[in-house]
């Protein structure tokens, strides 16, 4: 599968809204990815996103195999380090976590992709990630040793943004965490998108489908659930 970047900026000239599900593989089985997958299969979905801050396990592959030949849908790494970088899936979110100060997050862990990536077929697409305080510690905050942005100050998350836009990245993420009490507000998302040129990104803290719908009416371009299906399968039966 290839040009997913090509395809999400056609998506936004279109004004056609994409919708992201992350599937942690340190919580999920095969087993249990068969039975998220067959759900996905069944939901408004365009992506699946596949990654997580803690993961280290060894089903990586299978995982992301099992879910590309169930649903047919575009896979891509949301990686949180290195090891976590898996051929199976069609592309990876480059991230640079651009709010927080700590080089390993900022540029260490490329560098040492490097060699993986390189050998690879994925699609690479950089991506500057924003934490964004979602109410609650998140294990992004924990692992990555950095503090999220304070979610009332928009000055600061859109200069991060229009920064990141500047040095090339292709995507900005807004990241409240998974769990996250609130996501990031919807005043934050309206004011970022008007102000960059390339496709937003949100997730963390989205629990409903009318939560969903209104992050998108202001201005994301592409939305991410990961908590809310995980813990109920039948979240979209509800709409």
């Given amino acids: 599968m290839q040009n997913l970047y090509q395809n999400i900026?056609?998506?936004?000239?279109?004004?056609?809204?994409?919708?992201?599900?992350?599937?942690?593989?340190?919580?999920?089985?095969?087993?249990?990815?068969?039975?998220?997958?067959?759900k996905i299969k069944e939901s408004p979905a365009t992506h699946?996103?596949?990654?997580?801050s803690t993961f280290s396990g060894t089903h990586l592959d299978e995982l992301i195999s099992v879910i590309k030949t169930i649903t047919q849908l575009p896979v891509l790494i949301f990686p949180g380090h290195p090891y976590q970088i898996s051929n199976a899936a069609d592309g990876i979110l480059?991230?640079?976590?651009?709010?927080?100060?700590?080089?390993?997050?900022?540029?260490?862990?490329?560098?040492?992709?490097?060699?993986?990536?390189?050998?690879?077929?994925?699609?690479?697409?950089?991506?500057?990630y924003l934490l964004i305080d979602g109410g609650i510690e998140t294990a992004v905050q924990r692992?990555?040793?950095?503090?999220?942005?304070?979610?009332n100050n928009m000055e600061l998350v859109y200069k991060t943004a229009k920064a990141g836009e500047f040095l090339g990245k292709k995507l900005i993420y807004l990241e409240a965490g998974s769990g996250a009490n609130q996501h990031v507000s919807l005043e934050m998302i309206r004011f970022v998108s008007q102000?960059?040129?390339?496709?937003?990104?949100?997730?963390?803290?989205?629990?409903?489908?009318?939560?969903?719908?209104?992050?998108?009416?202001a201005g994301a371009d592409l939305v991410v659930i990961?908590?809310?299906?995980?813990?109920?399968?039948n979240f979209f039966d509800y709409d």
């Fill in 9 to 38: 900026l056609q998506a936004k000239k279109n004004c056609q809204k994409l919708l992201a599900i992350l599937i942690d593989p340190e919580k999920v089985s095969i087993e249990k990815a068969i039975v998220l997958s067959n």
């Fill in 48 to 52: 699946i996103f596949v990654g997580g």
């Fill in 195 to 217: 102000n960059i040129q390339i496709p937003l990104i949100v997730g963390g803290g989205i629990r409903t489908i009318g939560m969903i719908k209104a992050v998108q009416n």
């Fill in 94 to 128: 480059f991230l640079s976590l651009l709010s927080g100060r700590n080089p390993e997050y900022l540029i260490e862990h490329h560098i040492n992709s490097v060699e993986v990536l390189e050998r690879s077929d994925l699609e690479i697409i950089p991506t500057g």
């Fill in 226 to 233: 990961g908590t809310a299906f995980e813990k109920d399968t």
């Fill in 143 to 151: 692992v990555s040793q950095t503090q999220p942005i304070d979610r």
